[in-house]
């Protein structure tokens, strides 16, 4: 069983920038892919972007060149930077952790971008 537990969400202005974590249980190695997916009311869950252990990195077209997902091994954390925040991104976000086809899931965090 892997444990994931986001944070870094909250209110920020149109054009500004945050940074999610995901804090996971196990090690980074034993997660095959990893990333980050949202869902804004009344909408279905949506792939943000996400990473594999050999370092491919897939992005949903609304957030190519805005957002980066990076893992950072030593600290067991998924990364989401959030550049250029739009009101069209407010939604929970969350992160997602796939080993020998099973899929973990946070509880979420939410975003919200002021215009």
């Known amino acids: 069983q892997v444990q994931l537990v986001e944070s870094g969400g909250g209110l920020v202005q149109a054009g500004g920038s945050l940074r999610l974590s995901c804090a996971s249980s196990?090690?980074?190695?034993?997660?095959?892919?990893m990333g980050w997916y949202r869902q804004a009311p009344g909408k279905q869950r949506e792939l943000v972007g996400d990473?594999?252990?050999?370092?491919?990195?897939v992005y949903a077209d609304s957030v190519k060149g805005r957002f980066t997902v990076s893992r950072a091994y030593a600290q067991k954390t998924l990364y989401l930077q959030m550049n250029s925040l739009k009101p069209e991104d407010t939604a929970v976000y969350y992160c997602n952790a796939r080993s020998q086809s099973v899929d973990y899931w946070g509880q979420g965090t939410q975003v919200t971008v002021s215009s």
């Open positions: 990473t594999t252990l050999g370092g491919s990195t």
């Open positions: 196990a090690s980074l190695f034993t997660l095959n892919t």
